[in-house]
Structures are given as C-alpha cells and as structure tokens.
Nanobody
Framework: VQLQASGGGLVQAGGSLRLSCATSARSFSSYDIGWFRQAPGKERRFVTALDRSSSGNTIYAGSVEGRFTISGDNDRNTVFLQMNDLRPEDSAVYSC???????????????????WGLGTLVTVSS
C-alpha cells in the first residue's frame, strides 16, 4: 500500500485547508486510514481516523473535534482531511497512514500502523 499526503500550506488563523491522502488501489479497501501530525520538537500525535468498511466510523482527537472532518472517496482511493478554524497550534507535518482493518481498536497508536506516506507541512500564522 502506497500513500501520498498533499494539500499542506500556509494559512492564517481561522482559515481552512483540505489535505488529501492518495492511496494505491490494490488492497486499499482492507485498510483504514489515519492522520497524524508532528510539530517541531514534539512527538507525533493522533489526529483522526476513518473506518473504510461500510460502517464509516470516524474518531477524532479532542483538540480537533468539531473543526476537522475526515472523509473518503472510494472511487478515487483517496481520504481527505478538511481542516477548518485552524489555529497556530495546528501547525505541524501531517502524515497519513494505513492500518489493517482488523486493528481498528488501535487506530490512535501510530506504532500499530502498517504503512506510512510522506507528510505535508501545514503552517498556521497568527
């Protein structure tokens, strides 16, 4: 499974960005997708995850709930992260990762993921 995150950039506080995570078509349906972020000098933190099964369950970190929305486009094998009301503390490198669907209960734990893509930088100015 190959993943590629894109859509990062510089935005003012209160603004919006939409990140994309493009995945390879093969076996995509067998994996759930999570987003993590890592700010300079800090640990990588869980942001959100999408259950790609028919349930479509989602889970969010408390710090982004109500502002960020994860969604998937099956036809394009792409997962999106819509980020609204951005704050300077949201600045980080955002990475998407794939985790086998059988491990949904572990989606908040980066070490449980099977594949990672290169990140995309989000900078929010105050």
């Amino acid at each position: 499974v190959q993943l590629q995150a894109s859509g990062g950039g510089l935005v003012q506080a209160g603004g919006s960005l939409r990140l994309s995570c493009a995945t390879s078509a093969r076996s995509f349906s067998s994996y759930d997708i999570g987003w993590f972020r890592q700010a300079p000098g800090k640990e990588r933190r869980f942001v959100t995850a999408l259950d790609r099964s028919s349930s479509g369950n989602t889970i969010y970190a408390g710090s982004v709930e109500g502002r960020f929305t994860i969604s998937g486009d099956n036809d394009r094998n792409t997962v999106f992260l819509q980020m609204n009301d951005l704050r300077p503390e949201d600045s980080a490198v955002y990475s998407c990762a794939a985790i086998a669907a059988t491990k949904w209960r572990w989606v908040k734990f980066s070490e449980k993921y099977d594949y990672w893509g290169l990140g995309t930088l989000v900078t929010v100015s105050s």
